[in-house]
């Protein structure tokens, strides 16, 4: 059994994450942190295989001097971190095994790789991003809709627009449109909008549960116990 440490184990995802990792038959839950004891874990705590990270960015340097102290694996999920903290993590993986996605869903992973496609198909397409979480959600947009945003501009060559008011005048050219809606209990509602002369496509994908986040992470933390050190991508163990 590979003992797997829990950081961010009282929020919502921190929950389900002990409680997967408690059924699961290859990982065994071998401690939990939280924001009242999180300056216990690069202190004092024991030597883990992994670590499952859902919790904020004011814990990742506890994390980091942890990981770097044991070797243990990271499976980080905290979204809200800057192109700072992930250049801390991608210097990690020059000692550990580390992952970090903002999104665990296999669904999600093919809709970016969806959205790439469709994005070189249809050349010169208005592009609109929507993303819809419930009404706790701290960050927006979501790391998700930045991700996806990658997916259609990867070079970074569009202006970015996050919501409109006012007289804003017709839309440019070289534009695309980021907006976060914010209600009730939704989990997780993704949509990536191509608007062309008389039609539309438009790319979907709804979570009904953050379980479908959780058992991602889990199993990208099964198969980082077998991979080479370095910064993986979630596409890069699950496809």
């Not at 953050?210 to 198969?223: D, N, P, T």
């Amino acid at each position: 059994m590979a003992s797997t440490i829990v950081v961010g184990a009282c929020g919502r995802m921190g929950k389900l994450v002990c409680e997967t990792v408690e059924a699961d038959d290859l990982l065994e839950l071998a401690g939990t942190y939280d924001a009242d004891n999180i300056e216990l874990l690069d202190q004092d705590a024991p030597a883990a295989d992994v670590v499952i990270d859902f919790s904020s960015p004011a814990a990742l340097p506890h994390l980091i001097a942890y990981a770097a102290r044991t070797g243990a694996a990271v499976v980080s999920g905290t979204t809200g971190l800057t192109e700072a903290d992930i250049d801390l993590l991608r210097n990690l993986g020059k000692t550990n095994r580390v992952v970090w996605s903002s999104n665990y869903s296999l669904g999600v992973a093919v809709l970016r790789r969806m959205a790439a496609e469709a994005s070189r198909a249809l050349g010169g397409w208005d592009v609109e991003i929507v993303e819809t979480h419930h009404n706790q959600k701290a960050d927006a947009p979501s790391g998700t809709a930045k991700a996806l945003l990658t997916a259609v501009d990867p070079a970074g060559e569009n202006e970015v627009v996050y919501g409109r008011e006012g007289i804003v005048g017709a839309r440019g050219a070289r534009e695309i449109g980021m907006h976060a809606l914010r209600g009730g209990t939704v989990a997780g509602t993704h949509e990536v909008h191509f608007f062309g002369a008389d039609e539309e496509v438009c790319l979907t994908h709804r979570a009904t549960s953050r379980q479908i986040f959780v058992s991602g992470a889990v199993a990208c933390a099964r198969r980082l116990l077998n991979a080479n050190t370095g910064l993986h991508t979630f596409d890069d163990l699950m496809f």
